[in-house]
Structure formats: structure tokens, C-alpha cells
């Protein structure tokens, strides 16, 4: 059903139409092989080769070989199996394999390519993989957490990964839900802290706890030690001599004081501090970095985004048509009052002229257009620029003021164009009522 | 009404000297030799000293100064948080420094608890120590006894602000004389200027308080280092078991001291400024605690000092007696004196009262002029001079009403054990120990 060949030294199993290349050890010399390979099985019981290897394919530089379906065949018990896509099993790894190819392809070469960052890498990954990043608590990294795929970009500097990927959360790539929240040491951001109960006067950590008793009928207050019978387990008063019986009723113990033995000195709070199992050094609690620890998931946008679905115009904010788009649609369910509406207003230029003008000259016309229509729309969300067209949301208005308004773009629009580019170009322009829609 | 006047005089001067005193007992036998000779003459005596107290005071300072011995001041309550601040600076102003300070939040729900632990961590207080639950006063004060390391304690409220020497002067008298267990500092009006009720209040605090303990601890029958601020000796405090369940524990802890032997003192230049009730309705409810306890503890929990036994003393049976007769006995015999005149001289009762005005009125004023001889800030207080004209309906009617209303309900219902001023369940096992 299946075989391995061998060839020049590299073993590739076909399975299915697919053909996997075997790497027991990495070499500069696979290179050949694994473009032409659909996907790769790591075949080693070595720990550090495994982890050589993988570290090897999820940070090449291109495109076909990071984002490649990397199975293994033996359970090297690694850390590094998060970044691959799991243990070799042959049907479902050929269904895998198919998906995850199918994706690549689909992953838009122009809109990553020059920007061959980390971030992008990420979301390149993701979107060919299941689209979430969930950190996995594991005690050799630094934060007690490792990240698939990304921490590979970020060994011993975990800490670094919450800041690169809120970016992506920011622009609204990534989608976050919150799982948890660790301290770090301030020094060398290590997670390994021993907190310790301290006294806030010398640091030291012998210290004693107190019971306070509180003698109700004569007002004594003192550690309970002093209330200590001797000859039995009585409590009994040094001032009053009575016996408490019970709590509540004679007495009660409304706090605790500590005692440290090392400079005498008594306190209710103690101060906690947290040393550093690395670094050994002492951190006072206010000095501990926080990192918060999120799962992530691709957002919608982001999957169009990545598909090349999503109509992106390079001088053009990316998310304005979606947005616009939601408005829209609010507008259009709106009730207004008696002869009030909202208005679709486009205007697109056409004409032969505008394949041959220099881009930076259209580019900066619409620019202008942008800031003349500012003073017609709420906010900028209502204006949105799809090539050589712009569409506008009037919001809320009479039938006569959205016709002037209208008037008075296309004049301003008029005067922005030069006349010898005026007379090459058709200007179209139609005014909408939303509930016409 | 022009004949009214001279008729009036016309009908005290043919009254002559017995009838005249026949009619004013009340006022001739106690108001005035209590509070115009007696001062006058004790002042007198002051005056002649003043030389001989002065060197005594100075050798007693430098041995202080010499010695310099930690003071442990302590300030127990409930959400006086926002006191705090303001009283570490006015502390950390002291010409004494060699002092600890300990807070003890007695189960306040604000957030004192955060403010203490922050002046803690800054530096500002020694121990800030919290119960969570509410055990009155007592306990908070004893609470903090347990961890003062002072050969003194200051035992202070926490809106209180003090003269810069406050805390040197009220340690000083425990150098004047070895036997000196307490010594009460001269506590005074701040907020004198805010209302009539305040104005009224600072000239009373400078008869009672700065005039009247200067009288009474010459007397020796000084009798309640106020608990606003006080000093006493560390191990004469512990030797009693420090203070017992409120109200009016001040007065309490003081009849304990004198009870074992040592003396309690009064020194006028430890001066502390309090902010006083600026409201009638809150200054009534303040003075109805302060005269329950009265009741309390000069008449029922301490009535042993009355009696001959092992521990009897005369300036202890004079210092409550004085306390007991000049409060609870004379204020029955107000109103004897009432009735006795509306029913011997019903008929003169248009020349009585003008008359009894009259004289309250004069003796306020010369009163005033013994206050202003023993005052040490008298530019001051010349202020308060106008104001002095009203306190004969404040102390001769306001106070002793209220006074009525609390030994009534102190005496015959023990009212004092339900003032929510301590926690229940400390109240309820005093009342049944009879404490
Ligand atoms: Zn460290
Ligand atoms: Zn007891
Ligand atoms: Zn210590």
C-alpha cells in the first residue's frame, strides 16, 4: 500500500499520494527534498535531534517549508511535539496533510511577503492550522507556559511573546480569551518564585503567630500564651483570674500578631516577598511583572484577510468596508421620523486616464477627497474608498439636505480635479435612500 | 417699665445680708466658694510659689533630658483613619522624639485599616495593629499595652493635635516626683471659633479642664486624666491590668491608679487641642455618655473608696467625693433649691430670678479673669471673652438638664451598659460582673 524509497541518502514514504519525507537528523542537504515533499515524518528517538529538527522546519525562512505538516513517529516524550502536527497515524494524517496543503495555497503571497515577520508567520500558520494558539502549561520554559509554533521565536524569552501578540490583538487578527495570570521575577523574568512570609523590619523569615484573646468582662487583651493555665488546658485571665469557658461568651480572639525572632519586632502584616529560584533574587510583591496568559484564536476578518477574500486596498484602512457594510445595514432597519432618512451617496470616476495617472496622484486626490468629505459625514466610518469610488453614509436627514449635500460634493470634487485631467474622466454620482436598499 | 428697675434694686437692698444669702444658698455655699475663692486662692498660692515650682520643674526636665526614655504612645479607635496623617505630622513635630508610636484600629469599616498599614510601611507609625472585630476601647487600648516597649505611655485620641513641647511636658512631672503614677494634659477647644456651641464648650474645657485640674491636682483630688491625652507609667499601668470596659474608662483608670498608692497629676503646659461637638444635638449625646458614666463608676463600681478598709485614702475618698458631690449631689440640690424658691418667695419671683442671672453672670466674668491669670495662651483666648455672658444658661441650665436626664437613666436603668459605645457582648458581661 505504501513504500519507502530511498534516494541520495533520503527516505520518502508515499501514502496515499502523498509523499512524506523521513528525517532522522537534520541536514542542509534535505533542502532539495523537503520542497519537493508534501509533508515530513521525523523518524529519531533522539530528544535533541527531534527538537533540532523541528526547530529546523518551523523557523525556515520559506514559506513551504515553516508552514509544511511536520508528524513524528516516535513518542520522544519533547516539548517540541506542540509545534508539530502530531503523532504519524495514516489515515488521518493524510487527511491532514490535504487540508493543511490545501490552505498554503491559499495563503496570499503578496500580502505577506515582504513583511516577513514573526507576527505574519503566526498568522499564516494558524490560518493553515485549526486557527487557535493555546499556550501549554510546561515547567522547563520561563513563564511556565509554551506556546506552539511562535515560542520556537521567543526560547527563553517568553515573556516577549503576550507583548508581540497583543499587536495582532489590537488590529484585530487575533481574538483573545483569558486563561491565566502569572507573576515573574523582576530580574530575569523567571516564574520559579518561592514566596516567603518575611518580617517588614529585618526580612527575616522566623517568625511566630500569635493568637490574640480579648477578655470580655475586664477589657484584657494579650496573646493567648498569657491565658495559659499551667496545670491544665484552662484558659484563664492573668488580670481578673476568671476562667474563659467560651468563645464568644467570655472571650474571643480578634487577631493575631506575629512576633519575629530574629530583631523582636511585632507586626499583623507580614510582608511576602518572592525569591527567585534562578536568579535568587528577592522580590517584593509590587516588583513581580505580571504577564496575562491568553488563548488565541484567528478572528473572522483575519481568515478573509488571509484567504485574499477580504477586499483590501493598500492606502485604505482594511476593516472600513466591513464596517461600513454594518452600518449600512443598521441604517436600513432604523425608524426615523416622518420624512427623515439616511442616503447612500456614490461617487466613482471613470475613464482610461486613471490605468495611465501616477498612483501617488490618484492617491493623494483621494486623500483630499477624504478630508472634503469629513465635513459632510458623522465620523469616518461612514466613508469608505473601494478603488476609484467612494461611497458615503448621510445619516439621519431630510431628502432636501441630502441632495445639497450632494450638490456640493461634486462641486468641491470639481475644483479638486485639474482641468486637463477633468476633461479624460467621467465623474458618476447617485444618491440613495437607504430604505430603497 | 421705668419704675420696675428701681423698684428691683429698692427690693434687694432692704433684703440685707442673711435674707440675701437665705434666698441665694445654693449659690453663695457652693457655686462660689467653689469656683471663685477656692481658685483664687489656690491661684494666690501658685503665684507665691511660682519660683520654687519653676526650679523644681527644671531640675526635673534635665533629668528627663538625661535619661531620655522611650515614650510609647498609643492611640486605640474605630475609623480614625482619616485622623492619621494630620497626627503623625503634628507628632513628628515634638521637641521629644525618642518615642514609638502604636495605632490600634478597633474594628473600623472604612478604611483605616489601608491608611495605617501605608503610614506603617512609610514609616510614619512603629505597629499598626488591627482587630478585625470590635472590642470597645479598653480592649484596644490594652491591645496595644501588650506591645509598648516605653518606660512611659501616651495614651492619646486620634483628632488631637498637639503644642509642639506636648508630649516632652506631660513626661516631665513623673521627674518632679517618684510617686506621680498619671499625669493629664491640658486638653483645649480648637474649633473655638466655629459655632456659639464650640465657643461655649472652649470656655468650659478652660474652667473645667485647664482652670479646674490645676485646682483639683493641687488639691490633690484630681480625678480623670482625659482620655484625649494622658501619660502614665508603664508598669503602674500594668501592675492594674490597664484599663477596664467604657464608657468613661479615663475616669476610671484614674480612680484605679489613686487606688493603688500613686499619685495622678495635672500639668496646664502639656497642652492638646481637641476638636469639640459643633452641634447642640451631637454635644448632648456626648454629654450624655460622659455623665452616665459618672454613676457608673463614682457610685457604683468604685462605692468602696467611700468605706473604710485596708485600702482607704482620704484624697481618693475626697477626689470622688468632690467628684460625686460637685456633679450627682448638687444636682439634686439644684432642683431642691428650684422648688424651695418657688415655694417660699413665690411672690418675688420677678426679683429672684434677674437677681440669680445676675450673680451666675458676674461670677462667669470673674471667673474668666482666674483663667486668664493661670492661661498660657491668653491673646488668644481674650476672643472667647465676649461669649462668656451666655454661659449662664449653658452651665447654670443646658448642662444640668442634660446632666438630670443622664444620672436618671444611669441610676435607675443602668443605661450605660446599652451605649453601643462598647460591643454588646462586652457590655452584657459588665453588667453582670456589676462593672
Ligand atoms: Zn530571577
Ligand atoms: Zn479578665
Ligand atoms: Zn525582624
Redesign the pocket.
Known amino acids: 500500500m505504501f513504500k519507502v524509497v530511498k534516494n541520495n541518502n533520503q527516505k520518502i514514504l508515499t501514502q496515499g499520494s502523498i509523499d512524506y519525507l523521513i528525517i532522522e537528523k537534520w541536514s542542509t542537504a534535505l533542502e532539495g527534498a523537503l520542497t519537493s515533499c508534501k509533508a515530513v515524518i521525523i523518524a529519531t528517538k533522539e530528544v535533541a535531534w527531534f527538537n533540532d529538527i523541528v526547530l529546523q522546519l518551523r523557523t525556515h525562512k520559506d514559506k513551504n517549508v515553516f508552514l509544511k505538516p511536520v508528524f513524528y513517529k516516535y513518542d520522544v516524550k519533547s516539548e517540541y511535539v506542540i509545534h508539530t502536527d502530531g503523532l504519524f497515524e495514516e489515515d488521518l494524517s493524510n487527511e491532514m496533510v490535504r487540508t493543511i496543503v490545501d490552505k498554503i495555497q491559499n495563503v496570499p503571497q503578496l500580502a505577506f511577503e515582504q513583511n516577513f515577520d514573526v507576527t505574519t508567520r503566526l498568522v499564516q500558520f494558524l490560518f493553515t492550522r485549526e486557527a487557535k494558539l493555546v499556550p501549554v502549561k510546561n515547567r522547563h520554559s520561563k513563564i511556565g507556559y509554551i506556546y506552539p509554533f511562535i515560542g520556537l521565536y521567543f526560547t527563553n524569552k517568553e515573556y516577549e511573546i503576550e507583548k508581540q501578540l497583543q499587536f495582532l490583538v489590537n488590529d484585530e487578527t487575533l481574538d483573545v480569551k483569558l486563561k491565566d495570570k502569572i507573576q515573574l521575577c523582576n530580574d530575569c523574568h523567571d516564574s520559579y518564585l518561592i514566596y516567603k512570609e518575611t518580617c517588614p523590619k529585618c526580612k527575616s523569615i522566623d517568625l511566630e503567630a500569635q493568637d490574640i484573646i480579648h ?1 470580655f ?2 477589657a ?1 487583651v494579650a496573646p493567648q500564651e498569657q491565658f495559659m493555665n499551667s496545670e491544665d488546658d484552662n484558659l484563664q ?1 492573668p ?2 483570674d ?1 476562667h474563659l469557658r467560651h468563645i464568644g461568651i467570655d472571650y474571643d480572639k480578634p487577631s493575631s500578631v506575629y512576633n519575629c525572632n530574629t530583631c523582636d519586632h511585632n507586626f499583623q502584616v507580614s510582608q511576602v516577598l518572592a525569591e527567585c529560584h534562578s536568579c535568587n533574587h528577592v522580590n517584593s510583591l509590587e516588583e513581580l511583572i505580571e504577564v496575562t496568559i491568553y488563548d488565541y484564536e484567528l478572528t473572522m476578518k483575519a481568515m478573509l484577510l488571509a484567504e485574499g477574500k477580504y477586499q483590501v486596498h493598500k492606502t485604505e484602512a482594511k476593516n472600513d468596508t466591513l464596517v461600513f457594510k454594518q452600518l449600512l445595514d443598521q441604517e436600513r432597519k432604523r425608524h426615523f421620523a416622518k420624512g427623515h432618512s439616511s442616503y447612500l451617496f456614490t461617487v466613482s470616476l471613470t475613464g482610461e486616464l486613471l490605468n495611465i495617472l501616477d498612483s501617488n496622484y490618484i492617491n493623494s486626490f483621494w486623500k483630499d477627497m477624504k478630508q472634503v468629505a469629513r465635513e459632510y459625514v458623522v465620523n469616518d466610518l461612514c466613508y469608505v474608498r473601494e478603488g476609484n469610488s467612494i461611497r458615503l453614509l448621510l445619516l439621519d436627514m431630510l431628502q432636501v439636505e441630502a441632495e445639497q449635500l450632494q450638490q456640493k460634493m461634486i462641486y468641491n470634487m470639481e475644483l479638486l480635479l485639474s482641468d486637463n485631467i477633468k476633461s479624460h474622466i467621467t465623474i458618476e454620482n447617485k444618491l440613495i435612500n437607504v430604505d430603497t436598499l | 417699665m421705668n419704675h420696675l428697675i428701681p423698684e428691683y434694686l429698692n427690693y434687694w437692698f432692704e433684703v440685707g445680708i442673711w435674707k440675701f444669702i437665705r434666698i441665694f444658698w445654693y449659690f453663695v455655699l457652693f457655686e462660689f466658694t467653689r469656683y471663685i475663692i477656692i481658685d483664687y486662692i489656690v491661684y494666690g498660692i501658685f503665684y507665691l510659689n511660682r519660683k520654687k515650682r519653676q526650679d523644681r520643674w527644671d531640675l526635673a526636665k534635665q533629668k528627663f533630658r538625661l535619661e531620655n526614655p522611650l515614650v510609647s504612645i498609643i492611640i486605640p479607635g474605630k475609623n480614625e483613619g482619616k485622623h492619621l496623617y494630620k497626627l503623625t505630622k503634628s507628632l513628628s513635630e515634638q521637641t521629644y522624639t525618642n518615642f514609638e508610636l502604636i495605632i490600634v484600629d478597633d474594628g473600623s469599616d472604612d478604611d483605616t485599616p489601608i491608611i495605617g498599614e501605608n503610614l506603617k510601611k512609610h514609616g510614619l507609625i512603629d505597629l499598626f495593629l488591627r482587630n478585625d472585630q470590635r472590642g470597645g476601647k479598653a480592649s484596644a487600648a490594652n491591645f496595644a499595652l501588650q506591645f509598648c516597649k516605653g518606660k512611659y505611655i501616651v495614651h492619646l485620641d486620634a483628632d488631637c493635635s498637639f503644642d509642639r513641647d506636648a508630649i516632652e511636658n506631660v513626661v516631665i512631672p513623673f521627674y518632679i516626683d517618684e510617686n506621680i503614677g498619671a499625669v493629664g494634659g491640658n486638653v483645649k477647644v480648637r474649633n473655638y471659633k466655629s459655632s456659639l456651641c464650640a465657643k461655649l464648650q472652649a470656655i468650659e474645657y478652660l474652667k473645667t479642664v485647664s482652670v479646674g485640674r490645676i485646682v483639683t491636682s493641687y488639691l490633690g483630688i484630681y480625678k480623670i486624666i482625659s482620655g484625649a491625652f494622658g501619660a502614665f507609667r508603664s508598669d503602674v499601668i500594668s501592675s492594674i491590668g490597664g484599663w477596664d470596659i467604657g464608657p468613661g474608662l479615663d475616669g476610671d483608670i484614674t480612680v484605679k491608679i489613686r487606688k493603688s498608692g500613686y499619685r495622678v497629676y495635672f500639668e496646664p503646659t502639656a497642652v492638646c487641642l481637641t476638636n469639640a461637638p459643633e452641634k447642640f444635638k451631637v454635644l448632648t449625646k456626648q454629654r450624655l455618655r460622659w455623665d452616665k458614666s459618672i454613676i457608673r463608676f463614682r457610685v457604683r463600681k468604685h462605692k468602696d473608696v467611700y468605706f473604710p478598709n485596708a485600702n482607704f485614702k482620704w484624697s481618693t475618698f475626697f477626689s470622688l467625693a468632690e467628684n460625686v458631690f460637685y456633679n450627682v449631689i448638687l444636682d439634686v440640690l439644684w432642683w431642691i433649691y428650684i422648688i424651695d424658691i418657688c415655694i417660699n418667695y413665690s411672690g418675688s419671683l420677678q426679683f429672684v430670678i434677674p437677681m440669680n442671672i445676675t450673680l451666675y453672670f458676674v461670677m462667669s466674668y470673674v471667673q474668666m479673669c482666674s483663667i486668664y491669670m493661670f492661661s498660657e495662651r491668653r491673646e488668644e483666648e481674650k476672643y472667647l471673652w465676649k461669649y462668656v455672658a451666655f454661659m449662664t444658661f449653658y452651665t447654670g441650665m443646658y448642662l444640668r438638664i442634660v446632666r438630670t436626664i443622664a444620672y436618671y437613666k444611669e441610676f435607675f436603668f443602668k443605661r450605660s451598659f446599652e451605649d453601643p459605645w462598647n460591643p454588646y457582648k462586652s457590655s452584657r458581661l459588665a453588667k453582670e460582673h456589676g462593672l
Open positions: 477578655h468582662t475586664c484584657h485571665c488580670k481578673c476568671k
